[in-house]
């Protein structure tokens, strides 16, 4: 198995230390190499995680930091529509929709992406040309990642012909339990090299790993392949996107940057449904990352439902009484 | 790294919004007297003192001073409460009254949170989440026993004491009295409590609760004060048993005082207690427990974990997390739901903690404190940490009682231990690997009357707790902590 792969995380950071450390300009250093074996990822206590996370959950916001939350909770979705069902009409739909939030409601954000099957990224793009709405397929295989490489990248690499700026592939789940980890990273790698400028999100399905220590490791691999955001889920299998498991992935973060200075992007996506939750990701991001994070450059939910909620507890603190639910449209 | 600027410039500065915890539904009152055979009577003396809020040092109420006069009123009550009633009452009946206080003060959880916030510089987080549950809790565990003594001691013939003196420290003002009023109710006996005079007024309010209980008079007797009063009863010649919490030197005073007596006594004293990092811990997790450790209360916790020992192959990971923690920390207002620590407890206690900080810096340990705003009224420390700290130093040594912790490094397991226990006391310590054959080890050489596994500061009511060494003896909570309110024969 051909493992041996330089990152291009991996690369920059080698050359900010030979900038940062003259002394220590040395060709061997430029061929050091990292085996995804070798990543030191600590292990996790589940309870000491859920702990942690209730934590968080026990910050009261109110008044204007929550007006001020909902507004970027709003500002980092991508809307998101991934059915067998779906239809240009469809898609085109959910696109107004993305433009226009709540258009009763004049200074709201609109949202970061729509999520879309690479057949329809064209329809997409040809929506949201010109705004700052960015499309995102997913791809290899998505929502099991079970075909081979090869289609795996002739599938990016269509979505990226027909406009997509984002790519979200899934990892290989089976590989990653039966300890191909080298595969895992491998295949990552090289869908990063066929994205080129675009930006890689890469989905964990934290679902099937089962464990916390499971999804630390599966970051790690991730990142230190190259990927520019790690994501939780497809939205496909329960549980998705938990606290715990976001928690989990904040932190791979993290100690990634703290490493290296080099900022990834964290998607928790699926089950993300109400404000409150949004809030509490987001005081999550804000306590274990800063505030740097809290930008739909560096912080995104996968969510189809979401919206509508933040734009009912908006319009509640801005008028002061709940709206129906027939008030808010549902592309 | 080159890039952490950009933390700065870019990104969204979203911050908390005040949220403070409404007082409107207080009723403190100005003035409270003592509580002696279910009445309040005023102090003999006449002499009342101030309490205050340690966040803001403005005066919560006047409390009564009593003395020795009052003291022994109170005892008398208690004495007579316990031969009449409280002593041949049916034990079932017993746990009635106690489930009936657990109760009620349930029902008034919220204004004790608040309360307990006010009066000591708690937290409401943890007043609300922790203490005030908390004593709920052992008030229900206790009363489950009163009726089952004989299961607790089988083949053995269960005996009351009779008049128990308890004196209670002003870091847990209610989770105290709980811990002590509980089991000794449970059990028999009757009582005559003591709150700490910087912290009384959760006591007061229980008191309220347990006249509102219908509780037989006499059967719980709080008589507030300072030193003097504790020493009244102390030396009182009627009771049988002392129980106390509090500082080493006064746990020494009474131990005296008690020398020769059949009086019965446990002490429940201070500690240093050791917090093992061992290189394959969950680091994350690790790092949480120390701050939970020592940051829990201020610092203002027996147990605390403030000797912290890391594994020298991941001790520089764990103080560069443990510092990007703390500067996560919250410090202020302790009414605020979002702060994370709040008020030095008294004048005389933040002075105490910026001596042992001022030694820190002469023994030449390196300080880190995160820049925190603190409030211009009130006491308030930062939370600090001392690194390349030896065995040797006095920080490493004596009990600050605030949120200054010490971290020395270790490369053996034996190494570990030994120093673990090169302490005075023996309270409490903290063991964090992945290994659980390491944790057995450990704990069955560690010479601490608690042990906590991958955790910290955790407390049940069917845990016992307390120390070695000059932490004290005996123990509270549990089946162990009836132990100490009964006569075995």
């Known amino acids: 198995m051909e493992a041996f792969f330089i990152s291009n995380h991996f690369e920059n950071c080698i050359f900010e230390f030979l900038v940062n450390n003259t002394l220590m300009k040395s060709k061997l250093a430029k061929k050091q190499i990292i085996h995804p074996e070798n990543i030191f990822s600590p292990s996790i206590d589940k309870v000491g995680v859920e702990e942690r996370v209730a934590r968080f959950q026990s910050r009261s916001i109110k008044n204007e930091s929550k007006l001020q939350g909902l507004k970027i909770a709003l500002n980092m979705i991508d809307l998101t529509t991934l059915e067998g069902k779906d239809t240009p009409g469809k898609v085109k739909q959910m696109c107004y929709k993305a433009l226009h939030l709540h258009d009763v409601h004049p200074n709201l954000p609109s949202v970061a992406a729509v999520c879309v099957y690479p057949s329809m990224v064209r329809i997409a793009k040809n929506e949201v040309r010109g705004t700052t709405v960015k499309v995102a397929s997913v791809s290899t295989a998505f929502p099991s990642g079970q075909a081979p490489l090869d289609v795996k990248i002739r599938d990016t690499q269509f979505a990226l012909d027909e406009g997509a700026d984002e790519i979200d592939m899934v990892i290989s789940r089976g590989k990653f339990l039966s300890g191909e980890y080298n595969f895992v990273f491998d295949e990552i790698a090289k869908i990063k090299e066929t994205c080129g400028n675009a930006r890689l999100k890469v989905i964990l399905e934290t679902g099937e790993l089962t464990t916390l220590d499971n999804v630390r490791k599966a970051s790690d691999i991730a990142i230190y392949a190259g990927a520019d955001f790690i994501k939780t889920s497809t939205g496909k299998i329960q549980p998705a996107a938990t606290m715990q498991v976001t928690y989990t992935m904040l932190m791979a973060i993290k100690d990634y940057y703290d490493k290296t200075g080099i900022m990834i992007g964290m998607k928790p996506a699926g089950g993300i449904s109400t404000s409150k939750l949004a809030l509490h990701n987001l005081v999550m991001v804000k306590e274990i990352l800063g505030n740097a994070w809290l930008t739909n450059e560096w912080f995104r939910f996968g969510a189809s439902s979401l919206a509508n909620d933040i734009l009912m507890q908006i319009m509640k603190m801005e008028t002061g009484v709940y709206q129906s639910s027939d008030y808010f449209s549902i592309d | ?489």
């Not at chain 2, 509580?35 to 409390?63: M, Q, R």
């Not at chain 2, 608040?114 to 052992?138: F, H, M, W």
């Not at chain 2, 003896?473 to 162990?480: A, N, V």
């Open chain 2, 1 to 489: 790294m080159a890039t952490k600027k950009k933390n700065t410039e870019q990104g969204i500065d979203w911050n908390y919004s005040p949220s403070l915890e409404s007082t409107s539904h207080l009723n403190l009152k100005k003035k409270y007297d003592l509580f002696i055979d279910g009445e309040w009577v005023k102090p003999s003396s006449g002499v009342y003192f101030k309490t205050i809020n340690p966040a803001n040092e403005e005066i919560l109420a006047e409390v009564a001073h009593g003395n020795q006069e009052d003291v022994d009123k109170a005892v008398k009550a208690a004495r007579k409460a316990y031969t009449d009633v409280w002593s041949i009452m049916p034990p079932a009946e017993r746990a009635k009254y106690i489930f009936r206080i657990a109760r009620l003060m349930q029902e008034r959880a919220r204004e004790l949170a608040v309360t307990e916030t006010l009066d000591a510089g708690k937290t409401i987080r943890e007043s609300r989440d922790i203490d005030v549950p908390l004593a709920c809790n052992y008030f229900f565990y206790y009363a489950g026993w009163a009726d089952k003594l004989e299961y607790a001691f089988p083949n053995r013939k269960v005996e009351s004491l009779g008049v128990a003196g308890q004196i209670i420290p002003w870091n847990f003002p209610l989770l105290m009295a709980a811990w002590k009023i509980a089991p000794a109710l449970a059990t028999g006996n009757t009582v005559v409590l003591k709150p700490a005079e910087t912290t009384p007024l959760t006591a007061l309010i229980l008191a309220e609760i347990i006249e509102e209980s219908g509780l037989p008079a006499g059967v719980v007797n709080i008589v507030t004060g300072h030193g003097d009063t504790g020493a009244a009863i102390v030396n009182h010649p009627d009771i049988d048993k002392i129980a106390f919490t509090g500082s080493t030197n006064v746990g020494k005073i009474i131990q005296k005082a008690l020398a020769g007596t059949s009086k019965k006594l446990t002490l429940e004293l201070g500690g240093k207690s050791a917090n093992i990092i061992f290189d394959d811990a969950p680091i994350d997790q690790a790092v949480e427990g120390i701050v939970n450790g020592i940051f829990f209360n201020q610092g203002h916790v027996c147990c605390a974990g403030s000797r912290l020992y890391v594994q020298e192959s991941v001790a520089e990971l764990v103080i560069q997390k443990l510092k990007s923690r703390m500067d996560s920390l919250y410090l202020g207002n302790p009414l605020d739901k979002n702060t994370d620590i709040g008020a030095i407890n008294s004048k005389e206690q933040l002075e105490t903690i910026h001596k042992y900080i001022k030694i820190g810096k002469q023994e030449g340990a390196e300080m880190y404190q995160p820049k925190c705003s603190m409030p211009s009224k009130g006491f308030y420390c930062a939370p600090t940490l001392f690194i390349n700290v030896a065995q040797s130093s006095v920080i490493a040594q004596e009990e600050i009682f605030g949120p200054v912790l010490t971290i020395q490094t270790f490369r053996t397991v034996d190494e570990v231990i030994q120093k673990a226990n090169n302490s005075p006391f023996g309270l409490a310590a903290g063991v964090w690997t992945d290994k659980g054959s390491r944790i057995f080890n450990l704990s069955s050489k560690l010479r601490a009357g608690v042990i906590w596994a991958n955790t910290y500061n955790k407390f049940d009511p069917t845990s016992p707790f307390g120390g070695y060494k000059e932490s004290g003896f005996g123990r509270e909570g549990g089946l162990h902590g009836l132990n100490s309110y009964v006569k075995l024969s």
